[in-house]
């Protein structure tokens, strides 16, 4: 494969994923479970990737990031059709392991930490003086924590906003430290997301600059 074939494909990526999430998007709101809360749950993943293909000619992600996202972004249209409590598959796992509750609502957290440590990593790098280290690892996972703090602040908007047609959406299963669990997985996530991933991800942005 020659470079300009390679750069071709590396092009086209970004674009595929896009058709693969609206027509995800497109099942996702046949039949959902609560429209309300179809609406509040893909909101974040429609503006996503809608801010993305805006800013595509200024400022294009590595392959590794938008792959990141897509998947966050899919998580977050099948909880918006079935809800994050009645997730089928994470359903099954509840009553197969005798667990006592529905995790995907938890997953679902955990991702909002691992993937934007990604995204605010790659901005940080390329648009500041900020190189690898400390004070990069502190700030991605403090934006990280910041932004699962305000999630939850717009979570509780809506509910005393609305009353009770914010529950799907809130989620809670009846845990009264739901939302502590929620920033605690985004902070988890983000650690997580540092860790692993911090080594291919500059390698990635390395190739980019070439």
Excluded at 158 to 167: D, I, L, R, S
């Amino acid at each position: 494969m020659n470079q300009a074939t390679a750069r071709s494909q590396h092009d086209r990526y970004p674009f595929v994923l896009l058709v693969l999430l609206v027509l995800v998007l497109i099942w996702s709101f046949i039949h959902p479970a609560d429209h309300f809360t179809w609406v509040l749950e893909v909101l974040p993943a429609i503006l996503g990737a809608g801010l993305l293909v805006a800013v595509y000619r200024q400022f294009r992600f590595t392959n590794l990031v938008y792959t990141l996202m897509w998947l966050h972004a899919l998580i977050l249209i099948v909880g918006g059709h079935y809800t994050y409590a009645e997730m089928p598959l994470f359903n099954w796992i509840r009553d197969t392991f005798g667990l006592e509750r529905n995790y995907y609502d938890r997953l679902g957290h955990f991702v909002q930490g691992f993937v934007p440590a990604l995204i605010v990593r790659e901005v940080l790098l390329r648009k500041t003086t900020l190189g690898s280290g400390g004070w990069l690892t502190f700030l991605t996972v403090s934006v990280c924590l910041a932004i699962s703090a305000a999630y939850e602040l717009i979570e509780f908007a809506v509910a005393k906003a609305t009353g009770t047609a914010a529950e799907a959406f809130l989620g809670t299963q009846g845990d009264i430290w739901d939302t502590q669990w929620d920033m605690l997985l985004a902070l988890l996530g983000a650690m997580t997301a540092v860790i692993l991933l911090s080594g291919v991800h500059n390698k990635l942005l390395k190739q980019l600059r070439h």
